[in-house]
Every structure is written in structure tokens, then in C-alpha cells.
């Protein structure tokens, strides 16, 4: 029983940064109906200013951890969001109203061009990261094993959820929200009603490619090392996450996020790590079968 509740803390941390990562895939595609592929490559971009901007504070002088911590999100954040907007305006903007499969090789030649970018600006190598944020908790202790929560695995659940209250807020009792939701229904009636939707799609993936930078802190902080190709691989299960809990849906993505972390760790724990990706997607394939919209998608109505 132990054993269990550890994997299970250690699943609901990795979800939480899954989670954070499918937002972004689904927000694009519920407003403009298109899988922003290089997303995974914002994640990793994010991950490696926040790496930067540590490094550079410790340079200076700042030592004091709880600073550091905040001002590498507010980095990291604003930085990382200008990515996002360089991939919209470059990657989708100019193709927005041409066939479908123009922006996705778009947004692929984007992600490959973030990789290349990175790796020659940073180097192939893996960076470290010293561990910032040491100690924990034991929670329950008997039969020769400790169950620990550890202060990242805390922060990493806080923040996610401290950051799904304020985004949930953002698109449900906000002018940005409301333009968001009608672009969501009708690009063209929203644009007749007064909507800017250009303005509105931009900031739709700054805010996704920030609430990618969190995820990215996030990933450092825990794993301690990167390197360019992550964003490839949490690219990936991001994506998956999204389509599992329904794609176009915000607590579907966050549904998505947990459930592969959980499906991840307890594989590992219990089977083998080689092929947890394997039950992930099995997974997946299974719940696309029986559900084609995912866990709390919704039907797509065609409009006539």
C-alpha cells in the first residue's frame, strides 16, 4: 500500500507537468482547429531560459531561492510567450486560410527549426541543474518503506493548480475569454461582431507557450537535467494527454496530463520502464476505439 501511494504522488507530479503542456495544444486547436506542433519545442525553449536565468542569478549574486524562484518565472514566462507569438505570426498567421495541412507542415518545420536552434546554441549535451529545492515529507511510514512527498513534487501541484484557477477565471469572466469562446464557435461571425481574432489567436498561444515555461521550470526542477530533444518527447505525451481527455476541452487536457503521469509512473513501478510509453499509448488507442472525442471532449457539429 506504501509502495502504491508513493507512485501515486510521484504520477499526480509528472501529470501536473503534462498537463500544463496540453493546455496549449488545446486551446490552439479549440479556437483555429489546428495541432500547433511546435509547442513541445516552446516547452523545451522555456526550459532552457529558465536554466539561463538561474544561472545568471547565482552569477550576480542571488542566492536567496524563493526570489530566484520568481524571478525566473517571470523570465522565463515573458520570454518564452514571445516564442509563442513568433510562431503564430509565422508559422500559422500567413497560412491561416489555406488548406489545413499547409500550417501542420508549418508548425513541424517550426519545431524542427526550435530543436536545431537550441542545440546549436546551447549544445547537444545535457545541462544540470543543482537541486535547488531539497527536503520533503514522510507521510506514512511502516513495512520498511517511507512514503515521501517532496517539496518540487508540492510546488509543482500548487502551481498547477493555483495556475488552472486563475486560467479557468481568465476564460470564463473575461472580455479576452469571451472573444476566445466566440472564436472558438465561429471565426467569421466573431470577426463580423467586432472580435479581433487575429489579436485574440496571438495571445491564445502566448499564454499557452507561458503556461509551457511553467511546465518547463517545472521539469527542471524536478528531473534536474535537459537537453533540446525533450520538448520532442513531452511534446508528444502532451499531445496524447490532450486527445485522451478531449481535445478542444481545458479540464480535459489536465485530465489528460494526470491520467498519462499516473499510467507512466505505475508502469514503471510495477512492469517496465522500457515500455511505459507503450501502455500510454495503448491507452490512448484504446479510448479513441470507445471514445473518438476522448474522455470529456464533445461531438464536433458541423455547421451548414
Known sequence: ?????QQLINGIALGSIYGLVAIGYTMVYGIIGMINFAHGDVF???AFLALIAFLAL???GVTA?????????????????????AVERLAYRPLRGSHRLAPLISAIGMSIVLQNYVQIAQGARVKPLPPLIPGGYTLIEG????VQVSNVQIIIVVTTLALMTVFSWLVSATRLGRNMRACEQDLKMASLIGVDIDRTISLTFVIGAALAAVAGIMYLLYYGVIDFFIGFIAGVKAFTAAVLGG?????GA????LLIGLI??????????????VAAFSILVLVLIFMPTGILGRPEVEKV
Not at 75 to 83: C, F, G, R, W
Not at 143 to 146: E, K, L, N, S, V
Not at 254 to 257: A, F, H, S, V
Not at 264 to 277: G, I, L, N, V
Open 143 to 146: 513495512g520498511g518503506f517511507a
Open 58 to 60: 547565482l552569477a550576480i
Open 1 to 5: 500500500m506504501e509502495y502504491f501511494l
Open 264 to 277: 507512466e509512473t505505475f508502469w514503471s513501478a510495477y512492469f517496465s520502464a522500457e515500455y511505459k510509453d
Open 44 to 46: 523545451m525553449v522555456g
Open 254 to 257: 489536465m485530465l489528460g496530463g
Open 247 to 251: 481535445i478542444g476541452s481545458l479540464p
Open 65 to 85: 531561492i524563493p526570489l530566484a524562484l520568481f524571478l525566473v518565472l517571470i523570465v522565463a514566462m515573458l520570454l518564452t510567450a514571445l516564442y509563442g507569438w
